[in-house]
């Protein structure tokens, strides 16, 4: 079974500085994606960033990058030049391709962007 | 574009009431799923439908059925509550199981 672990429950960045959200999973599989969400005090999911296994490159989407490190089995996620509306829960998430789409989440981590 | 719906965001039952939280979706996605929102678990995947008439169970099924009589709508029921079933509940959908998933509002769901 595939397991998703965040171990950062709280982190906190000053604004327009970066920081880094860790994610580690474990799988047997070699086709895969990962996830992002983001999820404000409005409670909604978000998505902020996905990685395909397959794909060497680090997916990028404006301030927010990752560092996918498949030997490893480390997806973290990178925001720069942070802003207050960046503070949020944060979901790493693993899918299957043969599990029907089915996402596995990290217990999540919350990081608050301050003035 | 409405997006994922769920009705209602908030909602407090007695132990053993029964009750349906709702899940449209207006996008023509294939696949739907719940999952529920505990403190400190992250999300986990209850039941999901790859398409009209197929469900399945995810992870955490025990105390909740389904059914998806059409494309648009994926109503989760629960039977008997308990307090454990006390969670924040998240509908989803996306046009195939290997593309990223749009989450609905959520529910908000206190059995006392």
């Known amino acids: 079974a595939q397991t998703v672990t965040q171990s950062q429950p709280e982190m906190s960045v000053q604004e327009a500085e970066t920081v880094t959200l860790s994610c580690t999973y474990d799988t047997s599989e070699s086709n895969y994606y990962l996830f992002w969400y983001k999820q404000p005090p409005s409670r909604q999911m978000i998505l902020v960033i996905r990685q395909e296994a397959y794909k060497q490159q680090n997916a990028t989407e404006n301030r927010f990058s990752v560092n996918f490190q498949k030997a490893a089995k480390s997806f973290s996620l990178k925001i720069s030049d942070s802003q207050l509306g960046d503070t949020a829960m944060y979901f790493c998430?693993?899918?299957?391709?043969?599990?029907?789409?089915?996402?596995?989440f990290g217990q999540g981590t919350e990081l608050s962007v301050k003035p | 574009n409405a997006g994922v719906t769920q009705t209602p965001k908030f909602q407090v039952l007695k132990t053993g009431q029964s009750m349906t939280l709702q899940c449209a979706q207006d996008?023509?996605?294939?696949?739907m799923s719940w999952y529920r929102q505990d403190p400190g678990m992250g999300l986990r995947l209850i039941h999901y439908s790859v398409g009209a008439g197929i469900t399945d169970q995810g992870e955490v099924p025990n105390g909740y059925n389904v059914s998806r009589s059409t494309t648009e709508d994926f109503p989760l029921r629960l039977l008997s509550a308990a307090p454990s079933q006390t969670s924040v509940y998240f509908c989803a959908s996306s046009t195939g199981t290997q593309q990223p998933q749009h989450f609905g509002d959520g529910t908000r769901l206190s059995i006392l």
């Open positions: 998430a693993f899918m299957s391709l043969n599990q029907g789409g089915k996402l596995i």
């Open positions: 996008m023509n996605h294939e696949y």
